[in-house]
């Protein structure tokens, strides 16, 4: 933490998925005195005050003495927000958390391609986020451990090869937190059709997601051991993974990841074209 305990570190943007950084900044000793947030909205800014965090609404002044600037708005502002700034980030590193936005469209905006581009997710929001980040040669081995120590703030960080990859990344990642939500609504609403108090099957559902969750992670199993170790032959478990091989399930999501993934390189391609003519 020692780089980013002496860097300047400015948001552009003040929302959940910024403040959710900027917690686990000042939870690993980054002093308020170092972070600075511009965001137009009065109301984020005067509760990021209230955290000592200094917040102004101009994002020339914002990023004038800053080291790293993290770009934290909505893609549909992007060009909105960037062209005035274009030429203004010469010696800053630019970190980029906004989806579907390429390195080339944020070096076009700004006049620098020293960008890092990560892929987050919303479980940051409670420290255990999974992001995904690439950067091209142009962004230094000290920057992208700056980057990473940034984000390591919220939760793990992987870098991946190739730009193209952050798609995947975010059918996996990105989108992921609402695939397992919506199996658990379905496990949820399977407890209350078989009788059971919805605040029950509430309760069960979730404490499983948590603990098979720690369990992949802390085991040395794969998850499809894990899987195996737990279903007994012609067992409760084995009639419930029947059904799903029955439903083509594995494909099924593997299909529906693909097009999380398509989705995110037809994004990407809407807002380089937005940016070039808004």
Do not use: C
Request: net charge negative; charged share 15%.
């Amino acid at each position: 933490m020692n780089a980013t305990l002496n860097s300047n570190i400015t948001f552009i943007g003040g929302g959940n998925m910024a403040q959710a950084l900027i917690g686990g900044l000042l939870a690993r000793g980054l002093p308020t005195t170092r972070i600075m947030v511009s965001d137009p909205v009065e109301a984020i800014r005067q509760l990021l005050q209230e955290k000592e965090i200094q917040a102004v609404d101009d994002n020339v002044k914002a990023i004038k003495n800053a080291d790293v600037v993290v770009l934290a708005v909505k893609p549909q502002v992007l060009g909105t927000v960037l062209k005035p700034l274009h030429g203004l980030f010469e010696g800053k590193l630019i970190v980029s958390i906004i989806a579907g936005a390429e390195i080339e469209t944020i070096a076009a905006l700004t006049g620098t391609d020293r960008v890092v581009r990560v892929m987050p997710n919303t479980p940051a929001l409670v420290q255990t986020g999974a992001h995904g980040l690439y950067a091209n040669e142009n962004v230094t081995t000290k920057d992208r451990d700056l980057a990473s120590q940034i984000l390591a703030a919220t939760g793990l960080t992987i870098w991946v090869n190739s730009e193209a990859q952050i798609d995947a990344v975010t059918a996996v990642s990105g989108s992921g937190p609402a695939y397992f939500f919506y199996l658990m609504e379905s496990m949820i609403r399977a407890g209350k059709n078989m009788g059971l108090d919805e605040k029950v099957a509430t309760a069960l559902t979730l404490q499983t997601a948590l603990g098979a969750a720690q369990m992949a992670i802390t085991s040395s199993n794969t998850p499809a051991e894990l899987r195996k170790n737990v279903t007994s032959p012609n067992g409760t478990t084995q009639a419930a993974l029947e059904v799903f091989d029955r439903a083509q399930i594995s494909q099924n999501i593997q299909t529906a990841l693909a097009a999380a993934q398509k989705r995110s390189q037809e994004l990407a391609h809407e807002l380089s074209d937005s940016t070039k003519t808004d």
